[in-house]
């Protein structure tokens, strides 16, 4: 059984959030990040606000 979302903090810049949706998705974490600093820019800041939600919410 697959286990729920965790922070990658071996392979992360910051909180490791981007990189633990890499892992959780099977994508690769450059394209991960990328697209978080485009809905960063993109979404007026939600984006950011939801990145830090989870940087203290999850495991």
């Known amino acids: 059984m697959k286990q ?3 922070k990658n903090r071996r392979d992360g ?3 490791g959030v981007c990189a633990g949706l890499a892992d959780q998705f ?3 974490v450059l394209w991960t990040r990328i697209a978080f600093v485009a809905l960063t820019l ?3 800041g939600l984006p950011l606000l939801l990145y ?3 940087a ?3 495991p």
Do not use: P, S
Request: glycine share 16%.
């Open 56 to 58: 203290i919410l999850a």
């Open 42 to 44: 993109l979404g007026f």
């Open 4 to 6: 729920g979302f965790r």
């Open 13 to 15: 810049m910051i909180f």
């Open 26 to 28: 099977g994508f690769d």
């Open 52 to 54: 830090i939600t989870v």
